[in-house]
């Protein structure tokens, strides 16, 4: 992890501390503010799947299954596919009966505390979808998949540090930083007190491959 300052924070660390922050911030909101941080959060990953196609080809619901629990579900799907019934309808049956979906405060702040590791508590599964209907799953039996940052994990992260977050997004074929590859985003400002200097918050990827976890690349102005 890059410095933050003068403080170097390790990637687990970070993600840690805004979780904790966006858990304290939510708390304290009242009513309205957390039912707007809830209709965000539904918007993002558990989006309604009858409307938002003239805007977006595909459409990905997040659930979330505990890790103690995937053989269970394995196997309660193994039992449908014995049935006749298609792989990823079994999946897809299962993992919306029996696992969490991302659709408010809580249930984002269990999200975004995996990191794709073995400690994780949860893996993330994922339900892609067209028009059409179901069009994939991935269940991550790996659980190597990671939460990325999204603005709501980014103005969590600038409350923390009481400093406004600008991200930088590099992309295309080798995610150069160029002049017509770079977009800067508006900043995120933190609740409260602005203390010290912005936060560069730099975003890499190429092509059809998804950015990394913010939080990876981070960078700050001396």
Known sequence: MKAMGSVKVEAKELRRRTVKRFVED???????????????IRHLYSPDLKAGWGIHVVQEVK????????????????????????RETAAESIYKERCI??????????????SGSPEDEHDIITLQYTEEGLLSVDENQCGHAAAFGDDIAIESLASEFKREVYVVQAHGSDAMVDEENCVFFLPHRPRGQICGPPIFLFMKGTGDYTF??????????R
């Open 63 to 86: 659930l979330l299954a505990r890790k103690e629990d995937r053989g269970g579900l394995d196997v309660a799907i193994q039992e449908l596919v014995d049935l006749g019934i298609q």
């Open 212 to 221: 990394l976890f913010y939080f990876e690349w981070l960078y700050s102005i």
């Open 101 to 114: 979906l991302v659709n408010d405060g809580p249930s984002w702040a269990k999200y975004m505390s995996i």
């Open 26 to 40: 939510f708390g304290s909101d009242d009513g309205p503010g957390r039912d707007a941080v809830d209709e965000a």
